[in-house]
């Protein structure tokens, strides 16, 4: 911000954040001519947290499916929710939400 307000000279800002002043100078037009298009984009934030908890979603069903996968390769029966916690602890449905919880175990009888 010291660059953009020209209160100082590039070389001793530069000089001051251990940088090289062509280097400074760069980010300063790179900002100048791209700053305001990245600082516009007011649904980005939202957009992300809606993505992080699709994702989140997801890895829920994927971890469901994995213990399903090793109960059926142990042989085990995968209706029996204790043995499923009991055989795989890391992928206990604890961590995730209720409705999450939910549509894990909606996914999984659809699939029996």
Same mark, same amino acid.
């Given at each position: 911000?010291? #660059?953009?307000?020209?209160?100082?000279?590039?070389?001793? #800002?530069?000089?001051?954040?251990?940088?090289? $002043?062509?280097?400074?100078?760069?980010?300063?037009?790179?900002?100048?001519?791209? @700053?305001?298009?990245?600082?516009?984009?007011?649904?980005?934030?939202? =957009?992300?947290?809606?993505? #992080?908890? *699709?994702? =989140?979603?997801?890895?829920?069903?994927?971890?469901?499916?994995?213990?399903?996968?090793?109960?059926?390769?142990?042989?085990?029966?995968?209706?029996?929710?204790?043995?499923?916690?009991?055989?795989? $602890?890391?992928?206990?449905? @604890?961590?995730?939400?209720?409705?999450?919880?939910?549509?894990?175990?909606?996914?999984?009888?659809?699939? *029996?």
């Amino acid at each position: 911000m010291e #660059i953009l307000s020209r209160t100082k000279a590039v070389g001793q #800002i530069a000089r001051s954040y251990g940088v090289h $002043p062509v280097t400074l100078t760069h980010w300063k037009r790179e900002f100048i001519e791209k @700053g305001p298009e990245i600082f516009s984009q007011q649904t980005t934030v939202h =957009e992300c947290e809606k993505r #992080i908890e *699709e994702l =989140e979603r997801l890895i829920g069903h994927k971890e469901v499916e994995i213990a399903l996968v090793k109960n059926f390769l142990a042989g085990r029966s995968p209706l029996d929710p204790g043995r499923l916690q009991a055989s795989c $602890p890391s992928t206990s449905l @604890g961590g995730l939400r209720s409705k999450e919880k939910a549509d894990a175990k909606a996914d999984v009888s659809d699939r *029996e």
